[in-house]
């Protein structure tokens, strides 16, 4: 077979993968698998529904584990994720640094003054609060005994007010967006960036009605099928345009909506305000939306990381958007589209072939029988590069079992070292 190659010029949010820099990406290579020399569509084995009509995968085999012999008993589930084609899809990962930093922050707050708030940071009353709430039930909190005594060293040099930021090294940063205060923040757990945006105070989160009063708690999402009015005044499809205008503004592009829920909330019985709340807020009150989303392209989702088995979330209210969170932002390069998948039997053959012959490099622990109870087809970004600046999301066959988890590519065969699977 050969490849067709054309290069197209991507102008739908749709046809974008999450980008995380600070400009779009203007082309993306696309080539098409089933494309042959003479324009034909070749049917290709590219579908994962051809992989839900398995349902269990049970075998026996004898391996060795340093130098001794090991049974290895199988009783897998079969899964396979809901996409529907077969895609391989090269990005660049943006770096964690200064100039990252500002470029989200600014995209997310605009001209607004932006304030640290990591711990060295943290007013006098933001540490106070947080050590009385160790210290009220100490006996049985689990906070960690050295960050309590974090606590205790920033609080004796703290200030009143937050310091604003000129030089963005740190990880957490607040700032105000009309009149309420927003957490920004950056991390890197295990090797992925992550990017959260969360409202400050939580009470905030509750119609306006309910600001002020207790009573009012969250209860999260809920069905817009079951007729309960939404007192927000953006539709759910203009909410998802402020959620990607927003993502857009910090450099992040291709968003992939999965699922739209109702964000509600229930207030509770207060006595003081029971003649209020029967009229304003009766029952179960909806009042904004969750998104369920991620990365993705054509509407297929590619997940953040191998511990992710969420969909990432955003939430928009009255106030816009409220919380937003992403994993792995990327920059993508080049898509591959409608590519063959390998039949089960030689996926079978290839994990057996390395329990048989390598359990050794993937478990530390010996076991009387390894057992495997799991087989799962995923995308998964695999690492390209020592720096792990550039990757690849691909569809990949995972085997889990007694603490051990075996990566093998969908496309060939071939078994990806963990360390490289993000």
């Given at each position: 077979?050969?490849?067709?190659?054309?290069?197209?010029?991507?102008?739908?949010?749709?046809?974008?993968?999450?980008?995380?820099?600070?400009?779009?990406?203007?082309?993306?290579e696309?080539?098409?698998?089933t494309?042959?020399?003479?324009?034909?569509v070749e049917?290709?084995?590219?579908?994962?529904?051809?992989?839900?009509?398995?349902?269990?995968?049970?075998?026996?085999?004898?391996?060795t584990?340093?130098?001794?012999?090991?049974?290895?008993?199988?009783?897998?589930?079969?899964?396979?994720?809901?996409?529907?084609?077969?895609?391989?899809?090269?990005?660049?990962?943006?770096?964690l640094?200064?100039?990252?930093?500002?470029?989200?922050?600014?995209?997310?707050?605009?001209?607004?003054?932006?304030?640290?708030?990591?711990?060295?940071?943290w007013?006098?009353?933001?540490?106070?609060?947080?050590?009385?709430?160790?210290?009220?039930?100490?006996?049985?909190?689990?906070?960690?005994?050295?960050?309590?005594?974090?606590?205790?060293?920033?609080?004796?040099?703290?200030?009143?007010?937050?310091?604003?930021?000129?030089?963005?090294?740190?990880?957490?940063?607040?700032?105000?967006?009309?009149?309420?205060?927003?957490?920004?923040?950056?991390?890197?757990?295990?090797?992925?960036?992550?990017?959260?945006?969360?409202?400050?105070?939580?009470?905030?989160?509750?119609?306006?009605?309910?600001?002020?009063?207790?009573?009012?708690?969250?209860?999260?999402?809920?069905?817009?099928?079951e007729?309960?009015?939404?007192?927000?005044?953006?539709?759910?499809?203009?909410?998802?345009?402020?959620?990607?205008?927003?993502?857009?503004?910090?450099?992040?592009?291709?968003?992939?909506?999965?699922?739209?829920?109702?964000?509600?909330?229930?207030?509770?019985?207060?006595?003081?305000?029971?003649?209020?709340?029967?009229?304003?807020?009766?029952?179960?009150?909806?009042?904004?939306?969750?998104?369920?989303?991620?990365?993705?392209?054509?509407?297929?989702?590619?997940?953040?990381?191998?511990?992710?088995?969420?969909?990432q979330?955003?939430?928009?209210?009255?106030?816009?958007?409220?919380?937003?969170?992403?994993?792995?932002?990327?920059?993508?390069?080049?898509?591959?589209?409608?590519?063959?998948l390998?039949?089960?039997?030689?996926?079978?053959?290839?994990?057996?072939?390395?329990?048989?012959?390598?359990?050794?490099?993937?478990?530390?622990?010996?076991?009387?029988?390894?057992q495997?109870?799991?087989?799962?087809?995923?995308?998964?970004?695999q690492?390209?590069?020592?720096?792990?600046?550039?990757?690849?999301?691909?569809?990949?066959?995972?085997?889990?079992?007694d603490?051990?988890?075996?990566?093998?590519?969908?496309?060939?065969?071939t078994?990806?070292?963990?360390?490289?699977?993000?």
């Amino acid at each position: 077979m050969r490849r067709k190659k054309i290069m197209v010029w991507v102008l739908a949010a749709g046809m974008f993968l999450m980008a995380g820099c600070s400009k779009k990406a203007d082309k993306i290579e696309i080539v098409d698998e089933t494309q042959t020399g003479s324009g034909e569509v070749e049917k290709v084995q590219d579908d994962f529904a051809q992989f839900r009509e398995e349902e269990k995968w049970v075998d026996e085999i004898q391996g060795t584990y340093h130098g001794e012999n090991a049974g290895i008993s199988v009783k897998a589930d079969i899964l396979a994720t809901e996409s529907t084609q077969s895609m391989v899809v090269e990005v660049k990962r943006p770096a964690l640094n200064e100039e990252y930093r500002k470029s989200v922050l600014k995209g997310a707050f605009g001209d607004a003054d932006i304030y640290y708030h990591d711990i060295a940071h943290w007013t006098t009353e933001e540490l106070q609060r947080e050590l009385e709430i160790y210290e009220s039930d100490e006996e049985n909190n689990s906070m960690d005994p050295e960050y309590k005594k974090a606590l205790r060293k920033y609080l004796k040099d703290s200030k009143d007010e937050y310091t604003k930021a000129d030089v963005f090294d740190v990880d957490e940063y607040i700032a105000s967006r009309n009149g309420i205060w927003y957490e920004l923040s950056f991390g890197q757990e295990e090797g992925n960036l992550k990017v959260s945006f969360a409202i400050l105070d939580t009470r905030k989160l509750k119609p306006k009605g309910l600001w002020e009063h207790a009573s009012g708690t969250m209860i999260g999402g809920s069905s817009l099928e079951e007729g309960i009015e939404n007192r927000c005044s953006f539709s759910a499809e203009e909410a998802k345009k402020e959620v990607v205008s927003f993502a857009e503004k910090m450099g992040i592009y291709n968003l992939t909506f999965k699922e739209t829920q109702g964000l509600c909330f229930q207030p509770a019985y207060d006595e003081k305000n029971a003649e209020w709340e029967k009229k304003e807020f009766s029952g179960e009150v909806m009042a904004g939306y969750e998104f369920l989303l991620g990365t993705g392209i054509n509407d297929e989702v590619l997940f953040g990381s191998k511990e992710q088995s969420f969909l990432q979330m955003a939430w928009v209210t009255e106030e816009g958007v409220v919380d937003f969170a992403i994993i792995n932002p990327v920059e993508v390069e080049r898509v591959t589209e409608h590519v063959p998948l390998l039949p089960l039997d030689k996926i079978k053959e290839a994990f057996l072939l390395e329990l048989s012959e390598n359990l050794d490099a993937h478990s530390s622990t010996k076991y009387g029988v390894f057992q495997f109870t799991s087989l799962k087809l995923d995308y998964l970004l695999q690492i390209k590069d020592s720096s792990g600046s550039e990757g690849t999301y691909l569809p990949v066959w995972v085997l889990k079992g007694d603490g051990i988890q075996i990566y093998v590519n969908a496309i060939d065969g071939t078994v990806i070292p963990e360390e490289d699977i993000r």
